[in-house]
């Protein structure tokens, strides 16, 4: 019984800076990735950022000088620090987190997603 819990969504406005966190916990196995994806209405799931248990980053491109993905491998915990934030970057923010037996893929989970609101 996995369970992903998020925190940090919310209502901030242009220029403003949130912190979202997600951490992983129960009988999830060996982490090899976490990361955020988000979703805004009329619009397909996208990838925002993810972090490697060692560390490698990857970034989508219009968030990749704003937006910093850290992982705690002991704390099994993701945390995506958003500055600068813009109207566009309104979405829900989902948690996902990717499970591997060596550099075998197991399994994905994935958080409830929480809210991100950017307006004046």
């Known amino acids: 019984q996995a369970q992903i819990v998020e925190s940090g969504g919310g209502l901030v406005q242009p220029g403003g800076s949130l912190r979202l966190s997600c951490t992983a916990s129960?009988?999830?196995?060996?982490?090899?990735?976490m990361g955020w994806f988000r979703q805004a209405p009329g619009k397909q799931r996208e990838l925002v950022a993810r972090v490697s248990s060692g560390g490698h980053t990857d970034y989508l491109n219009s968030v990749r000088d704003r937006f910093t993905i850290l992982i705690d491998n002991a704390k099994k915990m993701v945390v995506l620090e958003m500055n600068s934030l813009k109207f566009e970057d309104t979405a829900v923010y989902y948690c996902?987190?990717?499970?591997?037996?060596?550099?075998?893929?197991?399994?994905?989970?994935w958080g409830q997603g929480t809210q991100v609101t950017v307006s004046s």
């Open positions: 129960g009988n999830i196995g060996t982490i090899s990735t």
């Open positions: 996902n987190v990717q499970t591997s037996l060596g550099w075998r893929p197991v399994r994905g989970y």
